[in-house]
Every structure is written in structure tokens, then in C-alpha cells.
């Protein structure tokens, strides 16, 4: 195979080895992907060739160490098949996914390197190793039996078939959801459509459709574009329309329907976990998470769902008075509920989101994140304009600490067709040492906040606040990771647990000193006023009944049809309904994500039977920032240095339990959680 006309397959000679992203097209990754790939056995097989008795150095750094070109390629794909993909780059995913999980599956099932690992593993007791050299072996070892390297036979052999058919199943589903918000558009034409509307909203529309191609005003089925288009306009005809459609994706007949694919890849997860000896998938997926068994997850879930549900029903009612005084339907639907809660916010607290956009514009609270990462942990950021990286939305920041630059941050904050919805962190190279250096991380947040049109500030909302910290929480869990090895680094750690430093750094969106500084008014340039700090505190608990509801159903929907076993189960709508129904969910409040377009637990198995951890990591985070105003001050450097030496830098080198019991020095406690939702 010729490598020298493929940039993927050279040495970058780019800024800090940034992918060079004007070479690299499409065509290039199924070459390069079979030459990784090809290269990667050789050094397994290298591996298993030794006739040397096993050891640290020549087994379990040598495993950690093999594959390194094939991620640092799978890094560029999975980033751009996300962030900026095509219709070419979609056809590529889709037929290497079985590819790929076909050669992660071979990896483990290397039957010579396993037996020189479980070796090792057996008699680690006695090899003296570091509490990190110590982790790295187990974690691997752990890896091996989680992808059946115990399993003989056709029993091996049919858990590689699964492994292949779930790849190409949860990358349909991901295409299939990407298309359906890619295609839609609620059109707004002339006053009457706009109603309600404020300027900030309607500019947004207005770039929406321009991008699209299209005059007049576009609303997409990007989370920033639907909510506060369900949350101000008063067209109740075109709520719904906006909501039904909202709500379907995954869900409409045709090839970009998910319902048929859903029920095949919950029967292929239930016969996997039945392969490794657990009863459901949902047993299999904790057994290696902080909570360890299902139970354990729905305990918590389930402390909190009674009183929320109580808080949510009592909102409710409050909203049936309202719709009354307004002459609203008394039976409030779901595409009612934002636009009648935020006409009693109005009223009940004088808060008006239209109020408080001025105040925070991105590029204002970009810089209020850069300012926190730098009270807390000494970071400062520079940003580079010289290099070209893949889309122009996307921005690159040499992150220094002390002086000394420890990584690049690239953010991109817009929603675009080419680009997944949601919010999340990835990496173009994770943290790792190698040869007594540090490897610099590459990090990324991606963004999908409506866009303002060109010379026009990109207002956020306080919630768009929130995501902008929360993924720079995990961007930061990235940059400041200081391992060795890189299976270690950073957010490898349980799903349970990598929450933690994401949703804690949300804390800091909120401080008084955090918003009167970097919270200025985009034409005079004053600070937001104290008056409507005060505002924005005394609504804090306002509708988290709602918001805390929406997410239980997703999280406790998602653990149920984990541990059902039914691998008959055809219709997931079905399901849906009825395990709600006996939840007791009201009609009129839904849920955070269905399940044909709840890509979380569908597009891969990361959250598979795991979307409670955010409420998990909630438990976490709010006892963990009960540490800083234990202090009295939430920037306190002995608290912080703490953080960073205990949860920010040591990646998955220690057990998440163990790592914060010695930032705490002891267990999380629930009451900070139920306090900050206002349910206690």
C-alpha cells in the first residue's frame, strides 16, 4: 500500500502535531483504516511471538502502547464524522463500522497476548508495581473479559457476529437521527408566525434559514433553536408542529426510521451479557461502573423521583390556573408546558430571558470559563489564528499552566447540518507520557447554540450557560490529565464517575463574582445589575420538578428496557408508553429523550443503560462543591489544588471511589443533591 500520498498515514509536521485537516478528505480513511489496522495486529502478533516470560515492559506497556496510529486516525473520523460530516464521510462510517468492531474484537480475543496478561495479572500481588503500573493491569485485564476473551468456540465466535452487527446498527441509528434533524425546518413567515418572539430568537431564525439556503426564519430541531422557540411563542398551532416533530425524530417512516433497529440491537445486547454470564444488559454494563449493579442506580433514581414527581404535579396545577387567566386549554400538552412556564416565571419572579441574553454573550462567557480554569487551577489561554483547522466555527487555544503549555483546546459552539446535535467533549490525542515527556491533549468541545447573524454577538441563555461550563468541565478533565499511560488518562474513567468534573464545573456559572465580572451588557458594557442576579437566584428552584422529571423517565425508561428480557421486544414506542404510564408520568411533561431518537443509549453502549449517570455524578458534584463553600469561598486554592491533584489530574490511575474519598475524605452524601434541586 502506498503511505506516502495519504496524509493521515504521515508524520504531521503541523502546530503541535494538529491534524492537518486541508489535506485530508474522505477518500482517504478506508486506506488508511486497513493499514492501521494491518499494522496494529502486526504488533499484537509481536506481542504473542515472545518467547521471553512475561513481564510489565514487554506484555502490559507493549499492549497499552500497540495501535497508536489506528486512534490517532479513529480520533480525526470520529471528530469529523460528528462535527463536520457528508454524505461521502456517512457512507464510509457506515461500512467500516463492522470493520472496526470486527478488529477491536479480534484484539480481544488475541488468545497468546491475553494468557501473558491474565498471567501477569494473577501474580501482581508480587511484581511491585506502581499504584498506576497496577491499574493499567487491571483495567486491561478487566478489558479482556468484558469483550470475551474468556469465551471458546462458537460461543467466541458469536460474540464477534454481535460485536460487527451492533457497530453498523448504532451507526445507522446515529445517521438516522442526524438526517432527521438535518432535514427539518419549521419555516416563519411574516409577523403573525413570529409572535412572541424576541429580536435574539428571531435573529437566530433568521441565520438559521440563510444557512439552509432559504429566506424568512427557520426553526431546526437543534435543542437551541426548538426550546426557546417552544418556550416564547404564543402561536400555539405552531408549537405543537415544532414540538411533534421535535419529539419523532428516529421515529418517521422511511429509511431514517429507527424502530425497527432499536428492538435488534437491545436482543443482540441481552445475548452478549447472557454470553459473559449476566442476566441482562443492564447488569453487564454496571458491573463495571461506581454504582456496580442496576439496583443501585434505580435506588438513587428513585429517592429522587417521588419527590419530584410531587413537585412536578404541583406545577402542573399551577399551570392550569395560569392557562385559565390566559385563556389557554386547561389540558396542557407537552408543546405548552416551556411557553406557560416561562409566562409564570415572568410573572411570578419579573424574569424574563429576553432580559437577561444581553448579558451574556459567548464571546463574554467563553472568557468567564478561561477566567475560572485560571483562578482554580492556574490556566491561562491563547488563542491561535494561524493554524487552519476543519470547519471556520471552529477556534484553537494553546492552554498553558504555570507558563508551560499543557494542551489545545478547540471549541466550536455553532449548530450546523453538518454536525451532530447535543453538546460534548472529544479528543484529537489524549494526555500520555511517553519517553519521560508529557504528550500535550488535544481537546475539543463541540457546541450547538444558535448562531447570530454575521457582526451580531451570539447571545446564550442561563441554560446555554450551564452546557458551555459543563463541557469545558470535561474539556478541563482532558487538559489537566497527568498520567503515564493513556488508557488511563483523563475521562477514561466510569461512565458514572466522568460526569463529576464536568457537572461541577457548572457550579462556577453561577457565582456572583464569576457573572459580575465577565456578565456584560452587549451595548452598554455594564455589569449585569445585582437586581436581576437577585432574580435569577430566587427562580433557581423554579420548574425543577419539570426538568428533574424529564430526565428520570429518560434515566429510569433506559434502565428498564435494559433489564427486560424479552428479545421479542418489537415495538419500543409501546414500551415507552407503558413503562411511563406505570411511572406515573404526567402527559403533559414528557421526557428528555425517546427512545427512537435517544442516541445516548442507542448510537454506541458508553450510556447504554447508563443515563442515570448524570444524577450519579449530580450526587457527586454537589457534596463535592459543598467543599468550597464549606470555605466560604468558592476559588479557596487549598480546596482547588486539592481538586486538581485528587480528581482533575489523576485520571482513571486511582478508583473513582478512592479518588473522592481523598478529595472529600469521605462518601458523597445525597441531601447536597435534593438541596440544589430545591427537592429536600
Same mark, same amino acid.
Given at each position: 500500500?502506498?503511505?506516502?500520498?495519504?496524509?493521515?498515514?504521515?508524520?504531521?509536521?503541523?502546530?503541535?502535531?494538529?491534524?492537518?485537516?486541508? +489535506?485530508?478528505?474522505?477518500?482517504?480513511?478506508?486506506?488508511?483504516?486497513?493499514?492501521?489496522?494491518?499494522?496494529?495486529?502486526?504488533?499484537?502478533? %509481536? *506481542?504473542?511471538?515472545?518467547? !521471553?516470560?512475561?513481564?510489565?515492559?514487554?506484555?502490559?506497556?507493549?499492549?497499552?502502547?500497540?495501535?497508536?496510529?489506528?486512534?490517532?486516525?479513529?480520533?480525526?473520523?470520529?471528530?469529523?464524522?460528528?462535527?463536520?460530516?457528508?454524505?461521502?464521510?456517512?457512507?464510509?462510517?457506515?461500512?467500516?463500522?463492522? =470493520?472496526?468492531?470486527?478488529?477491536?474484537?479480534?484484539? #480481544?480475543?488475541?488468545?497468546?497476548?491475553?494468557?501473558?496478561?491474565?498471567?501477569?495479572?494473577?501474580?501482581?500481588?508480587?511484581?511491585?508495581?506502581?499504584?498506576?503500573?497496577? $491499574?493499567? /493491569?487491571?483495567?486491561?485485564?478487566?478489558?479482556?473479559?468484558?469483550?470475551?476473551?474468556?469465551?471458546?468456540?462458537?460461543?467466541?465466535?458469536?460474540?464477534?457476529?454481535?460485536?460487527?452487527?451492533?457497530?453498523?446498527?448504532?451507526?445507522?441509528?446515529?445517521?438516522?437521527? $442526524? !438526517?432527521?434533524?438535518?432535514?427539518?425546518?419549521?419555516?416563519?413567515?411574516?409577523?403573525?408566525?413570529?409572535?412572541?418572539?424576541?429580536?435574539? @430568537?428571531?435573529? !437566530?431564525?433568521?441565520?438559521?434559514?440563510?444557512?439552509?439556503?432559504?429566506?424568512?426564519?427557520?426553526?431546526?430541531?437543534?435543542?437551541?433553536?426548538?426550546?426557546?422557540?417552544?418556550?416564547?411563542?404564543?402561536?400555539?398551532?405552531?408549537?405543537?408542529?415544532?414540538?411533534?416533530?421535535?419529539?419523532?425524530?428516529?421515529?418517521?417512516?422511511?429509511?431514517?426510521?429507527?424502530?425497527?433497529?432499536?428492538?435488534?440491537?437491545?436482543?443482540?445486547?441481552?445475548?452478549?451479557?447472557?454470553?459473559?454470564?449476566?442476566?441482562?444488559?443492564?447488569?453487564?454494563?454496571?458491573?463495571?461502573?461506581? %454504582?456496580?449493579?442496576?439496583?443501585?442506580?434505580?435506588?438513587?433514581?428513585?429517592?429522587?423521583?417521588?419527590?419530584?414527581?410531587?413537585?412536578?404535579?404541583?406545577?402542573?396545577?399551577?399551570?392550569?390556573?395560569?392557562?385559565?387567566?390566559?385563556?389557554?386549554?386547561?389540558?396542557?400538552?407537552?408543546?405548552?408546558?416551556?411557553?406557560?412556564?416561562?409566562?409564570?416565571? &415572568?410573572?411570578?419572579?419579573?424574569?424574563?430571558?429576553? =432580559?437577561?441574553?444581553?448579558?451574556?454573550?459567548?464571546?463574554?462567557?467563553?472568557?468567564?470559563?478561561?477566567?475560572?480554569?485560571?483562578? &482554580?487551577?492556574?490556566?491561562?489561554?491563547?488563542?491561535?489564528?494561524?493554524?487552519?483547522?476543519?470547519?471556520?466555527?471552529?477556534?484553537?487555544?494553546?492552554?498553558?499552566?504555570?507558563?508551560?503549555?499543557?494542551?489545545?483546546?478547540?471549541?466550536?459552539?455553532?449548530?450546523?447540518?453538518?454536525?451532530?446535535?447535543?453538546?460534548?467533549?472529544?479528543?484529537?490525542?489524549?494526555?500520555?507520557?511517553?519517553?519521560?515527556?508529557?504528550?500535550?491533549?488535544?481537546?475539543?468541545?463541540?457546541?450547538?447554540?444558535?448562531?447570530?447573524?454575521?457582526?451580531?454577538?451570539?447571545? /446564550?441563555?442561563?441554560?446555554?450557560?450551564?452546557?458551555?461550563?459543563?463541557?469545558?468541565?470535561?474539556?478541563?478533565?482532558?487538559?489537566?490529565?497527568?498520567?503515564?499511560?493513556?488508557? /488511563?488518562?483523563?475521562?477514561?474513567?466510569? +461512565?458514572?464517575?466522568?460526569?463529576?468534573?464536568?457537572?461541577? #464545573?457548572?457550579?462556577?456559572?453561577? +457565582?456572583? =463574582?464569576?457573572?459580575?465580572?465577565?456578565?456584560?451588557?452587549?451595548?452598554?458594557?455594564?455589569?449585569?445589575?445585582?437586581? /436581576?442576579?437577585?432574580?435569577?437566584?430566587? %427562580?433557581?428552584?423554579?420548574?425543577?420538578?419539570?426538568?428533574?422529571?424529564?430526565?428520570?423517565?429518560?434515566?429510569?425508561?433506559?434502565? +428498564?428496557?435494559?433489564?427486560?428480557?424479552?428479545?421479542?421486544?418489537?415495538?419500543?414506542?409501546?414500551?415507552?408508553?407503558?413503562?411511563?404510564?406505570?411511572?406515573?408520568?404526567?402527559?403533559?411533561?414528557? *421526557?428528555?429523550?425517546?427512545?427512537?431518537?435517544?442516541?445516548?443509549?442507542?448510537?454506541?453502549?458508553?450510556?447504554?443503560?447508563?443515563? #442515570?449517570?448524570?444524577?450519579?455524578?449530580?450526587?457527586?458534584?454537589?457534596?463535592?462543591?459543598?467543599?468550597?463553600?464549606?470555605?466560604?469561598?468558592?476559588?479557596?486554592?487549598?480546596?482547588?489544588?486539592?481538586?486538581?491533584?485528587?480528581?482533575?489530574?489523576?485520571?482513571?490511575? @486511582? %478508583?473513582?471511589?478512592?479518588?473522592?474519598?481523598?478529595?472529600?475524605?469521605?462518601?458523597?452524601?445525597?441531601?447536597?443533591?435534593?438541596?440544589?434541586?430545591?427537592?429536600?
Amino acid at each position: 500500500m502506498n503511505t506516502e500520498s495519504n496524509p493521515l498515514l504521515q508524520d504531521w509536521q503541523t502546530p503541535y502535531g494538529l491534524p492537518p485537516f486541508y +489535506q485530508i478528505h474522505p477518500e482517504h480513511f478506508p486506506s488508511a483504516f486497513a493499514f492501521a489496522m494491518a499494522q496494529h495486529r502486526e504488533e499484537l502478533n %509481536a *506481542i504473542a511471538a515472545q518467547t !521471553s516470560l512475561p513481564d510489565f515492559a514487554n506484555s502490559v506497556e507493549s499492549f497499552a502502547s500497540a495501535g497508536s496510529l489506528l486512534a490517532r486516525i479513529q480520533a480525526v473520523f470520529e471528530n469529523l464524522t460528528a462535527s463536520e460530516t457528508c454524505a461521502e464521510l456517512e457512507a464510509i462510517e457506515l461500512a467500516l463500522a463492522p =470493520e472496526l468492531a470486527a478488529h477491536h474484537n479480534a484484539v #480481544y480475543q488475541q488468545a497468546a497476548v491475553f494468557i501473558r496478561l491474565n498471567t501477569l495479572y494473577q501474580q501482581r500481588s508480587d511484581l511491585k508495581l506502581s499504584t498506576e503500573q497496577m $491499574r493499567l /493491569l487491571e483495567r486491561i485485564h478487566i478489558d479482556f473479559v468484558r469483550n470475551g476473551a474468556e469465551l471458546k468456540g462458537e460461543a467466541s465466535q458469536r460474540f464477534a457476529d454481535i460485536v460487527a452487527e451492533l457497530a453498523t446498527l448504532c451507526t445507522q441509528f446515529a445517521q438516522n437521527v $442526524r !438526517s432527521d434533524e438535518a432535514e427539518y425546518r419549521l419555516m416563519l413567515n411574516g409577523e403573525n408566525d413570529l409572535a412572541g418572539l424576541p429580536d435574539s @430568537i428571531k435573529s !437566530s431564525a433568521k441565520q438559521a434559514a440563510a444557512d439552509r439556503g432559504v429566506d424568512g426564519y427557520a426553526i431546526t430541531l437543534s435543542r437551541s433553536s426548538v426550546v426557546p422557540f417552544l418556550t416564547y411563542s404564543s402561536r400555539r398551532d405552531l408549537r405543537q408542529a415544532a414540538h411533534q416533530a421535535w419529539k419523532a425524530r428516529g421515529e418517521n417512516a422511511g429509511k431514517a426510521d429507527n424502530r425497527p433497529i432499536a428492538p435488534r440491537i437491545l436482543a443482540l445486547r441481552l445475548e452478549q451479557a447472557k454470553l459473559l454470564g449476566y442476566t441482562n444488559f443492564a447488569d453487564y454494563a454496571l458491573n463495571d461502573r461506581m %454504582a456496580g449493579t442496576p439496583q443501585a442506580a434505580l435506588d438513587l433514581l428513585n429517592k429522587v423521583w417521588q419527590p419530584a414527581l410531587q413537585r412536578v404535579l404541583e406545577e402542573q396545577a399551577d399551570l392550569q390556573t395560569l392557562a385559565a387567566e390566559l385563556g389557554e386549554p386547561l389540558d396542557i400538552e407537552p408543546w405548552d408546558w416551556f411557553y406557560l412556564a416561562e409566562q409564570q416565571r &415572568l410573572a411570578r419572579f419579573d424574569l424574563d430571558d429576553a =432580559e437577561i441574553k444581553p448579558y451574556f454573550a459567548l464571546e463574554n462567557m467563553i472568557a468567564a470559563a478561561f477566567d475560572c480554569a485560571g483562578r &482554580l487551577f492556574g490556566l491561562s489561554f491563547k488563542e491561535r489564528f494561524d493554524v487552519p483547522l476543519y470547519h471556520p466555527d471552529a477556534r484553537l487555544w494553546e492552554v498553558s499552566r504555570h507558563g508551560s503549555v499543557i494542551g489545545l483546546f478547540i471549541g466550536d459552539n455553532f449548530s450546523r447540518t453538518s454536525k451532530q446535535g447535543g453538546a460534548w467533549m472529544h479528543e484529537f490525542r489524549t494526555q500520555s507520557c511517553s519517553n519521560g515527556q508529557r504528550v500535550l491533549p488535544i481537546v475539543i468541545n463541540n457546541n450547538n447554540f444558535s448562531k447570530a447573524p454575521a457582526g451580531q454577538p451570539t447571545l /446564550l441563555s442561563f441554560d446555554d450557560v450551564r452546557t458551555l461550563f459543563h463541557e469545558f468541565g470535561h474539556g478541563l478533565h482532558g487538559l489537566l490529565s497527568d498520567v503515564q499511560y493513556k488508557r /488511563l488518562a483523563g475521562p477514561s474513567v466510569a +461512565q458514572d464517575y466522568v460526569e463529576l468534573p464536568s457537572q461541577l #464545573y457548572e457550579n462556577w456559572a453561577e +457565582q456572583d =463574582e464569576v457573572l459580575k465580572k465577565h456578565a456584560l451588557h452587549i451595548k452598554t458594557g455594564e455589569a449585569i445589575p445585582d437586581a /436581576l442576579l437577585a432574580k435569577i437566584k430566587n %427562580a433557581r428552584f423554579f420548574n425543577q420538578g419539570f426538568e428533574t422529571v424529564r430526565y428520570l423517565g429518560s434515566a429510569l425508561l433506559d434502565l +428498564q428496557i435494559h433489564l427486560d428480557l424479552s428479545s421479542d421486544l418489537h415495538d419500543i414506542s409501546h414500551f415507552e408508553q407503558k413503562t411511563l404510564a406505570k411511572m406515573g408520568l404526567p402527559k403533559a411533561v414528557g *421526557i428528555n429523550h425517546r427512545l427512537p431518537h435517544f442516541g445516548h443509549i442507542f448510537a454506541g453502549d458508553d450510556y447504554a443503560a447508563g443515563y #442515570y449517570v448524570y444524577m450519579w455524578a449530580e450526587v457527586l458534584e454537589a457534596d463535592a462543591f459543598d467543599a468550597f463553600i464549606e470555605c466560604g469561598n468558592p476559588f479557596d486554592p487549598a480546596t482547588a489544588e486539592r481538586l486538581y491533584r485528587t480528581i482533575y489530574s489523576v485520571g482513571n490511575s @486511582i %478508583a473513582p471511589a478512592s479518588a473522592y474519598l481523598a478529595f472529600r475524605g469521605r462518601s458523597a452524601e445525597v441531601i447536597p443533591l435534593l438541596r440544589k434541586r430545591g427537592l429536600n
